[in-house]
């Protein structure tokens, strides 16, 4: 085989493949200019593969994938140690096909994702495998360098991390919607009442500047502060801010314009009908992949 015929080959696999592979260094790493990284290294390796020795392509693949990015989570954990204020995952706009699939749009859920930011590298990688990709405890074991029963172990601890933090239900995309349509409605109409109505007293709210734009250094808990947070901060802005709807991570979100210009996205955690979660990304390295589509898959 000759090897322009071999490349071509490699070619068209990894392309066949691209869109899982981008979606397993995206749910390791919560970054899609990170994920794309990733994708070159990936790439970069595949076509050094003898393909008649590969029994398994999509495997593969997903083993090369797995370890190029806990080579990157490892950096990037050391990035985040010097990030200033909360480090959010960068939104992604997602097509309507990702919404419909209820397991793949929960797992790049920003509530989802944030929890994952709790694990360590190598628990992040197993649970991602195993719990979102289904995938064989002895591909995990070849692709994070342990044995297979102590990924099986690693898998159980993770999960149990995940499960005690994650939302306790699934929230259908019309119940979100419904609580942001009415968070909105309070938050333009200089409602307050309206606003706690419809915050979870717990509610924590976090902002994502990344030092570039301004935004809460901490998160901040709790109905009340959030509220007087959210209605001081638009009554006294004397640029005008818009809010629009948009769909990112698989969820319904909120996109926010200051004059004109894109500002934000605002993405939310609903559970019984109330917004626990507020999630806003205002660093505009953050912003990149929320007026295109990014296709995403499972499989």
Not at 128 to 133: D, G, I, T, W
């Given at each position: 085989m000759s090897d322009a015929h071999a490349v071509d080959r490699a070619t068209e696999t990894f392309v066949a493949h691209r869109n899982l592979l981008f979606t397993v260094a995206y749910e390791m790493l919560g970054s899609a200019a990170d994920a794309e990284d990733v994708l070159q290294e990936t790439w970069l390796r595949w076509v050094e593969v003898d393909l008649e020795?590969?029994?398994d392509q999509r495997a593969?693949?997903?083993?090369?994938?797995?370890?190029?990015?806990?080579?990157?989570?490892?950096?990037?954990?050391?990035?985040?140690?010097?990030?200033v204020g909360p480090w959010l995952p960068e939104p992604l706009l997602t097509a309507p096909d990702v919404a419909q699939d209820v397991e793949l749009a929960e797992s790049v859920s920003m509530a989802v994702m944030l929890v994952l930011e709790t694990?360590?590298?190598?628990?992040?990688?197993?649970?991602?495998?195993?719990?979102?990709?289904?995938?064989?405890?002895?591909?995990?074991?070849?692709a994070v360098d342990k044995t297979p029963?102590?990924?099986?172990?690693?898998?159980?601890?993770?999960?149990?991390?995940?499960?005690?933090?994650?939302?306790?239900?699934?929230?259908?995309?019309?119940?979100?919607?419904?609580?942001?349509?009415?968070?909105?409605?309070?938050?333009?109409?200089?409602?307050?009442?309206?606003?706690?109505?419809?915050?979870?007293?717990?509610?924590?709210?976090?902002?994502?500047?990344?030092?570039?734009?301004?935004?809460?250094?901490r998160p901040i808990v709790g109905a009340d502060k959030v509220a007087r947070l959210l209605a001081g901060g638009l009554g006294r802005s004397r640029i005008p801010v818009t809010f629009g709807p948009t769909v990112v991570n698989g969820s319904p979100a909120l996109v926010i314009h200051m004059d004109g210009e894109l500002d934000g996205i605002m993405a939310a955690r609903v559970e019984a009908g109330r917004i626990t979660g507020l999630y806003v990304v205002r660093n505009p390295e953050k912003l990149s992949r929320v007026e295109s589509e990014t296709p995403l898959a499972l499989r």
């Open positions: 020795q590969v029994r593969y693949l997903v083993r090369i994938t797995t370890r190029q990015a806990l080579n990157r989570l490892r950096t990037m954990s050391r990035r985040k140690e010097s990030y694990l360590s590298p190598t628990e992040r990688a197993v649970f991602v495998l195993r719990e979102v990709f289904d995938v064989g405890y002895d591909e995990i074991a070849a029963a102590a990924v099986r172990q690693i898998a159980h601890r993770a999960r149990r991390h995940v499960d005690a933090r994650r939302p306790r239900e699934v929230v259908s995309q019309s119940q979100t919607r419904a609580a942001l349509d009415s968070f909105l409605r309070a938050l333009e109409g200089g409602d307050l009442q309206g606003l706690l109505d419809v915050l979870a007293p717990e509610v924590v709210y976090m902002g994502d500047g990344g030092g570039v734009k301004h935004a809460a250094l």
